[in-house]
């Protein structure tokens, strides 16, 4: 039988008022912003393997969302999510992870799935839902997701994946075999109450889940100073019990080691933790969204100022992992890479018209076989009003 | 045989699955040691430890998001909501979440593992939140099954088939029923196929649709409308979502009349989703309106519990308006 074994408080003789802002944590930091090392710091051993594939999957990411953004505004996406200005907290999470652990992203976190080895052709299929996407073409852009990389398919809901994120570490625990789970979510998506729910049961059962928060300053337009009051999402963790940190998510190296360190707590300890990453939307909301309706050109530039891929690149160059050229030949490569394969899935045609009542349950019921049949019927009867799927029909 | 009543059945259920499957789990509000407020998880914790039959915190969206995230990493969990009055902050969770999660993938995941276990339903004195019938709701959301048994064998023999089922299911529990069923049920595990409906008993003059504890008010209804010399037929269907249209379109051609008698509020709840499938398939069969009995379209109430059930006197006045008409 489980006891009550909550410590009872120590007793004062006078109203004690604590302060809503009394816990400061602080923000963990290696880079300066001009990608020099503090004096004296402990860097993580990053191999120079390792450092390069960060670097080139950050370089990647910025090509991907500065293409899409450009092919959402031709009319050849619907819609597109940027992650500009925050792959360093996504790419470094990812890279200290295993493999084998889950990632379960909200849908900012295009570098972690690059970085695991999503391949650009596999995120051209999924932005045009054509019949190669592994979705099958039924979510938005940007709802990417697959098993052999182990990374959960992301749904629009905010907050949904981080009770998820505590169920699925929690049969992780189960199996043994020293994995978890890292999910991601913005500053916004904290206020859900599934953010509440997935914390405090993470902490009561003591799961190997990583609840990495990405702090971007803004929820669509909502400014974090209307989004919560306090020292933002850094202290909820430590009144769930849980372990925490606040790391400066421009500065790739320090979220690493502290995404190693957080999955050192998960695994060997059972430990959930809580990550607050710093940082900032440098890009509209979504493809729908104008910032300039809500937000400062100064407040801008003060952040262009921290770029993280910026901070990253210079420390490689003064490190000689890098040279000018051969980064810039590398981003003008990713650029071919990512034009060609655009043109390619936007060949490709969208799923057939069967798929459309398979996997709503493991098989088709009934019902969804006929609905199925007449809809094909009316699709032959009125081909043209149907172009994508008629052909598949006949 | 062993005689249980509807909760034994259910424990039973639970514990030969557990024993089975070292990969199903029961959790819940005061499932664990306590066994839950019910006592349908009695004795698990003992037998599987803690790690297999546990307590939540108390946040239902938290059970369901969890039990998501459980049942996509492989596992097969099975998630008591306390009360089906208080699933409602899990309504997200179960709606965008656990019926999309197979679909939204593409298949690349699933939350098939995952039984949700709930008691539903009224005249227990229970007031708003202790007495509704939530299950219209959850049969408008493609990707859930919904299932819902009549009495102890029926609970027992459709709980082992949810579990093992490769969807998520809603199973609803009649807590009515709980203690005051009681029947022969075999102590070891057997299957009853999910949607398919049973008929409860074969009749030719007219046709009687419910389901869960509403059975057992349609065949009191039927004990008096047989003293009229009234041939009833008695379909159960089991399972609402997806339901055996089949089955009551077939015996409507026979019977050639329908009452549907039903728990919740009459507007919108399952029973409209029967009779509008009977009378597109059976339109030139029916010798007079498709009837439903239901709950009164307000708050489930206390003082006017009684008055407010679709009762078996409603079902059997239900009946003769079908017949007189």
Request: hydrophobic content about 40%; some cysteine; proline content about 5%.
């Amino acid at each position: 039988m489980a006891t009550q074994t909550t410590k009872q408080p120590d007793v004062v003789t006078s109203v004690e008022v604590i302060d809503g802002n009394a816990l400061r944590i602080p923000m963990f930091q290696l880079l300066d912003k001009d990608g020099t090392p503090h004096k004296d710091v402990k860097l993580p051993e990053i191999d120079k393997e390792l450092a390069l594939k960060m670097f080139s999957t950050m370089q990647f990411i910025r090509v991907l969302d500065e293409r899409m953004i450009a092919a959402q505004r031709q009319g050849r996406i619907s819609f597109y999510l940027s992650s500009l200005g925050e792959e360093a907290a996504s790419i470094g999470s990812a890279a200290a992870l295993k493999f084998e652990d889950m990632i379960m992203g909200q849908y900012r976190e295009q570098g972690s799935l690059a970085f695991r080895g999503f391949t650009v052709e596999q995120f051209m299929n999924q932005l045009f839902s054509n019949a190669k996407d592994l979705g099958k073409g039924r979510q938005m852009p940007v709802h990417y997701g697959c098993a052999d990389l182990n990374f959960m398919t992301i749904s629009s809901p905010l907050g949904t994946q981080i009770p998820q994120a505590t169920g699925y570490a929690f049969g992780q625990k189960q199996a043994g075999e020293g994995h978890c789970t890292l999910v991601y979510f913005g500053e916004g998506a904290a206020s859900e109450g599934d953010f509440h729910a997935g914390m405090n049961m993470a902490a009561v059962l003591k799961v190997p889940a990583i609840f990495f928060c990405r702090n971007n300053g803004y929820a669509i337009s909502t400014p974090i100073s209307e989004q919560l009051a306090g020292d933002g999402i850094a202290p909820r963790g430590v009144g769930y019990g849980m372990k925490t940190i606040r790391v400066d998510g421009n500065d790739i190296l320090a979220v690493y080691a502290a995404t190693q360190e957080a999955r050192r707590l998960a695994v060997e300890e059972n430990e959930p933790v809580l990550i607050e990453a710093m940082s900032y939307r440098m890009a509209g909301h979504s493809t729908s969204d104008d910032p300039t309706g809500y937000r400062t050109r100064e407040e801008e530039n003060a952040w262009r100022d921290k770029c993280p891929l910026k901070r990253f690149r210079n420390f490689l160059l003064a490190k000689g992992w890098i040279n000018e050229e051969d980064a810039d030949a590398q981003q003008q490569e990713v650029k071919e890479a990512v034009l060609a394969e655009l043109k390619k899935a936007e060949q490709v045609p969208v799923p057939h018209i069967d798929e459309i009542i398979n996997d709503v349950y493991d098989t088709p019921t009934q019902q969804l076989k006929e609905q199925l049949e007449a809809l094909k019927a009316h699709v032959r009867q009125y081909p043209d009003a149907y172009p994508k799927t008629s052909e598949g029909v006949k | 045989m062993a005689k249980m009543n509807l909760l034994q059945a259910i424990n039973s259920a639970l514990d030969l699955a557990m024993a089975k499957n070292d990969k199903v789990s029961v959790f819940g509000e005061d499932v664990g040691h306590f066994g839950g407020v019910f006592r349908a998880t009695s004795g698990l914790q003992e037998k599987y430890g803690r790690n297999r039959c546990f307590n939540t915190p108390l946040v239902e969206q938290g059970i369901i998001g969890f039990a998501n995230g459980l049942a996509s990493q492989g596992s097969l969990p099975v998630a008591e909501i306390q009360f089906g009055d208080y699933i409602f902050p899990a309504f997200d969770q179960i709606v965008n979440e656990t019926a999309k999660f197979r679909y939204r993938s593409g298949n690349e995941f699933n939350v098939g593992g995952l039984t949700i276990r709930t008691p539903y339903g009224g005249g227990i004195h229970g007031g708003h939140y202790h007495s509704q019938s939530p299950e219209a709701y959850f049969a408008h959301t493609p990707g859930l099954k919904i299932v819902i048994p009549r009495n102890p064998y029926e609970a027992k023999g459709l709980l082992l088939s949810s579990i093992f089922d490769p969807n998520p299911v809603l199973f609803m529990e009649p807590k009515r029923m709980y203690r005051a069923a009681v029947g022969e049920v075999p102590e070891e595990e057997y299957y009853i196929p999910l949607g398919k409906a049973d008929v409860v008993k074969e009749g030719s003059d007219i046709t009687l649709v419910g389901w869960g504890a509403q059975i057992e008010v349609i065949e009191k209804a039927v004990e008096l409308a047989e003293k009229d010399g009234v041939n009833c037929e008695i379909i159960d269907l089991r399972s609402i979502l997806p339901w055996d249209a089949d089955a009551v379109v077939e015996s409507v051609m026979k019977t050639g009349r329908l009452v549907i008698s039903q728990e919740a509020p009459h507007t919108g709840a399952f029973g409209s989703e029967v009779a509008a499938t009977v009378q597109e398939r059976a339109f030139l069969y029916l010798e007079s309106p498709i009837m439903r009995v239901s709950g009164l379209d307000t708050p489930y109430p206390l003082a006017h519990e009684k008055e407010y059930m679709a009762d078996h006197l409603k079902t059997y006045e239900a009946i003769k308006r079908s017949l007189n008409y």
